[in-house]
């Protein structure tokens, strides 16, 4: 479809990095279920911080899997920081250590990293800018791509001008969230910047933000002439919704949403994963995230109001659950009551 560097991405939908998010078993579970790419949580590029326990976590994916010939997946590592000359050096080890892909944020507004004055808050200052992605690119061998928002404020809406910079930089590949940073997540992602900015620079660039369906991705795609589109908070507890909408794109036709006994299976699988990744005391945490988010958009489905508290019931007794085992037999347990609950109801119906 298109390609970064060496890489040639098959689908027009890539995963978007997510701190606290997409972590190797949920990037490894949206690539099976058709994302083109996918990225990692933001790894902080000082390395003196990665002993930590969560930069570990988020760099021991790398290590795990050296296998490159088994892998379908891109690789691909997100890289936060405000030096260029730390920025180089974590591309490095990081292309050392792996990683087929380096992404530099300079989107997200999250406080802690704009404190020090990186992720969006880089914006601002488009000298610092072309500083680091020169220096990022001219590091490794693996291709540099970049993720930032439409412009510093409203009012500096500069998102062209570091679209060229990151072009004249070599970076391959630019992600755009259709806000600003002063936006935050505030009102809606507009996609005209987005489309401006494709019509300036050659390389492939993702639009982001508010992308929750097949449709909106196809008028998001037919109105940026975007490469494709990068899907973050509509992929959790949803990670069919790639293969929703690359089906939507190919056929214009709507994929049957995942039975009750895909998603039971597809979210035991991943709890089990999340389990051994992390262990248990901490993938009992993990998965309590998850299993919220995935009942959030199945119970949306839900419309009867006896399915619904079902869900919410579930829920509760679900987040006190401290055993890994007890985890997996609850969920299987849920999926069966719900499947006896909708036949009850459709009988009823029916009668
Ligand atoms: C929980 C959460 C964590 C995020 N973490 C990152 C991150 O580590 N790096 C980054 O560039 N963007 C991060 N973002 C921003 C997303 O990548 C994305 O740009 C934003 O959510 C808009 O896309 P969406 O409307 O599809 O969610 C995060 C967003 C959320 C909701």
């Given amino acids: 479809m298109f390609t970064i560097g060496s890489w040639s991405i098959q689908q027009p939908t890539i995963l978007a990095p997510m701190a606290g998010v997409t972590d190797e078993p949920f990037r490894r579970l949206c690539s099976e279920l058709g994302a083109g790419m996918t990225v990692s949580e933001m790894v902080t590029s000082d390395e003196r911080l990665w002993s930590s326990r969560k930069s570990q976590q988020r760099l021991s994916s790398l290590t795990s899997i050296k296998d490159r010939a088994n892998r379908k997946d891109i690789r691909s590592v997100q890289l936060a920081g ?82 060229q910079i990151a072009e004249d930089s070599g970076i391959q590949a630019l992600a755009v969230h259709g806000r600003t940073r002063a936006c935050a997540f505030k009102g809606h992602a507009e996609y005209d910047t987005i489309a401006e900015i494709v019509q300036q ?71 089990k994963e999340l389990h051994y990744f992390y262990g248990e005391l901490m993938g009992l945490r993990i998965a309590r995230k998850h299993v919220g988010w995935y009942l959030k958009q199945h119970s949306h489905n839900a419309e009867q109001h006896v399915l619904a508290t079902h869900y919410d019931d579930f829920r509760h007794r679900f987040n006190r659950i401290e055993d890994s085992q007890e985890q997996l037999n609850a969920i299987t347990e849920f999926f069966n009551q719900q499947l006896l609950i909708t036949e009850k109801l459709t009988g009823e119906i029916a009668a």
């Avoid at 250590?97 to 997200?108: E, T």
């Fill in 82 to 163: 405000n030096d260029p000359e730390m920025m180089a050096a974590a591309a490095k080890t990081n292309a050392k250590m792996g990683a087929d892909v380096i992404d530099i944020n300079m989107g997200c507004p999250a406080k802690k990293v704009c404190k020090k004055a990186a992720g969006s808050a880089l914006l601002k200052d488009e000298k610092l800018v072309s500083e680091i992605l020169n220096a990022v690119v001219g590091a490794v061998d693996i291709p540099v791509t970049l993720k930032i928002r439409t412009g510093w404020s409203p009012e500096l809406r500069n998102g062209v001008t570091i679209a």
């Fill in 201 to 271: 620079i050659s390389i492939p660039v993702f639009a982001n933000g508010d992308i929750y369906s097949a449709e909106k991705a196809k008028m998001v795609l037919q109105h940026t002439d975007a490469a494709a589109v990068m899907i973050g908070r509509a992929a959790q507890g949803n990670p069919w919704i790639f293969r929703e909408i690359n089906h939507y794109l190919a056929t214009g036709q709507h994929l049957k949403k995942p039975s009750a006994e895909e998603v039971c299976l597809t979210l035991s699988q991943h709890i």
